[in-house]
């Protein structure tokens, strides 16, 4: 099995279709939800790495976002940077690290391709990104540029387990199929048989979040999903409204979602005093 090709495959029919989300129309929406679940989805990430992290260590996060794992890392270790190429999100991230009180987080506003990896060569104990490995085709380079700043660990985050009972049962009604896992495929499994063909001894967590939204949040939410597959009629809207409706309660959805950590020594570590 030729799991690079595999990966590239994954890319290619998810990037085939329009961009599932233009980052900034949904920085608000992102850095409510995590706000909402008080950063549960990045807590539960940074308990799965506390074998590892360090109070004095320095990390990196790669497409931080609105600082979902950025913040709760911070909370457990010296300083954090931040990689973040969508300007919304860098503003969403600085209002939330000023509302969560924390002063040791720098932002670098740029894209992950544009940092220049040689630079900050070994610089960082920990270098971790969550949910963004499925925006890159060349996934190997990737995660080798990655491992070349991080000193001792790095750490992938990644939504596993499927995507919500209202999604999946809408996609299937919409293309008259199963749905299997189409709109945002796991992926972990290869970046874990990609890693593992290395040589490399991948440590996984699954963790278990709360995914809870206002109503109208997670309308838009399943729209911009559906989105990508459909055009999101007036009768199409009315039917996710009502799907979502009878799943709420008080004007909010609520959910269980899990997502799995993984996390290797890097090659070479620098070993810990
Ligand atoms: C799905 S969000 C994940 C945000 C956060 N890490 C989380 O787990 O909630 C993907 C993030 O990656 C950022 N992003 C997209 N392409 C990127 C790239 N090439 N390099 C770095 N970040 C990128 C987006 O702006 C967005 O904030």
Redesign the pocket.
């Known amino acids: 099995m030729n799991w690079r090709e595999a990966w590239e495959r994954k890319y290619r029919e998810r990037h085939g279709k329009p961009e599932p989300e233009d980052?900034g129309t949904v920085a608000e929406d992102?850095s409510q939800w995590?706000k909402s679940i008080d950063y549960e989805?990045g807590k539960r990430a940074v308990e799965a790495l506390q074998e590892v992290i360090k109070p004095d260590f320095e990390g990196l996060?790669?497409?931080?976002?609105?600082g979902?794992?950025t913040i709760p890392l911070a909370k457990r270790m010296r300083m954090v940077t931040a990689?973040?190429?969508?300007q919304e999100?860098v503003w969403h991230l600085m209002r939330n690290v000023v509302g969560e009180g924390i002063g040791n987080i720098e932002v670098t506003n740029k894209?992950?391709?544009e940092v220049d990896d040689a630079s900050i060569r070994k610089r960082f104990d920990i270098v971790a990104?969550?949910?963004?490995l499925w925006?890159?085709e060349d996934i190997d380079t990737q995660l080798k540029r990655m491992e070349s700043t991080a000193r001792r660990y790095c750490c992938v985050?990644h939504p596993a387990g499927g995507r919500g009972m209202i999604i999946r049962s809408l996609w299937s009604e919409i293309m008259g199929k199963e749905y299997r896992g189409e709109i945002d495929p796991d992926l972990d499994d290869i970046v874990f048989a990609i890693l593992r063909e290395r040589g490399i001894l991948v440590n996984v967590r699954v963790i278990n979040y709360t995914d809870r939204r206002s109503v109208e949040q997670e309308e838009r939410h399943i729209a911009s999903l559906l989105g990508r597959w459909t055009e999101i009629t007036p009768a199409l809207g009315k039917t996710i409204r009502e799907a979502v409706l009878k799943e709420s309660r008080d004007g909010m959805y609520e959910g269980k979602s899990h997502a799995v950590v993984m996390w290797w020594k890097t090659p070479n570590m620098v070993p810990l005093l």
């Open positions: 980052w992102y995590n989805y996060d790669i497409g931080a976002g609105p979902t794992i990689i973040e190429p969508t999100m894209s992950w391709q990104c969550s949910h963004l925006q890159f985050v």
